[in-house]
């Protein structure tokens, strides 16, 4: 029982330590409105999506979240994909709290893992841009840009810039 307590305390902790309040996504290959809206109905059947503000002259769709719920950006893109289109920009606003950021090394923000390209040893506070920079998080040309400096070796890890 008392490691049972002690498994959640620790997970409440942790999910406390930073929050994703919010998603701006740009998304490629959009022709029209039609296309604004595929991808609009596509997000809102996620369960964790709160509210969606779609911008169609800037393809760009700004998602919030439930208070409190699990974001999942592979889903996210997913249902981007699904729709028939591509993602060429994702940046995530993340609330940290305390969070220290070191050169050359993973860190773990929630229930994500998140490796800093460039960045210098910072502490995180207060609500933060983060730009994933993965393979289908960005442009072709901006992934074959930063390829070089990612390594495959770590699977489950988000690459990103602040």
């Given at each position: 029982?008392?490691?049972?307590?002690?498994?959640?305390?620790?997970?409440?902790?942790?999910?406390?330590?930073?929050?994703?309040?919010?998603?701006?996504?740009?998304?490629?290959?959009?022709?029209?409105?039609?296309?604004?809206?595929?991808?609009?109905?596509?997000?809102?059947?996620?369960?964790?999506?709160?509210?969606?503000?779609?911008?169609?002259?800037?393809?760009?769709?700004?998602?919030?979240?439930?208070?409190?719920?699990?974001?999942?950006?592979?889903?996210?893109?997913?249902?981007?994909?699904?729709?028939?289109?591509s993602?060429?920009?994702?940046?995530?606003?993340?609330?940290?709290?305390?969070?220290?950021?070191?050169?050359?090394?993973?860190?773990?923000?929630?229930?994500?893992?998140?490796?800093?390209?460039n960045?210098?040893?910072?502490?995180?506070?207060?609500?933060?841009?983060?730009?994933l920079i993965?393979?289908?998080?960005?442009?072709?040309?901006?992934?074959?840009?930063?390829?070089?400096?990612?390594?495959?070796?770590?699977?489950?890890?988000?690459?990103?810039?602040?």
């Open positions: 029982m008392k490691t049972l307590f002690l498994f959640l305390a620790i997970s409440i902790s942790v999910a406390a330590n930073a929050q994703v309040t919010k998603v701006s996504l740009q998304a490629s290959g959009l022709t029209c409105s039609m296309c604004s809206n595929s991808i609009n109905k596509a997000l809102k059947t996620l369960r964790f999506v709160d509210n969606i503000d779609p911008d169609i002259q800037t393809s760009t769709f700004e998602i919030t979240f439930k208070r409190g719920s699990n974001v999942d950006f592979d889903a996210i893109k997913k249902k981007v994909e699904d729709a028939g289109f993602v060429a920009k994702f940046i995530a606003i993340i609330d940290f709290n305390n969070v220290q950021i070191e050169p050359n090394k993973t860190v773990t923000v929630g229930d994500k893992t998140f490796y800093f390209l960045a210098k040893e910072q502490l995180l506070n207060g609500n933060r841009k983060v730009k993965d393979k289908g998080f960005v442009s072709n040309k901006e992934y074959k840009k930063n390829a070089s400096e990612m390594t495959s070796s770590m699977p489950g890890v988000y690459y990103a810039t602040i």
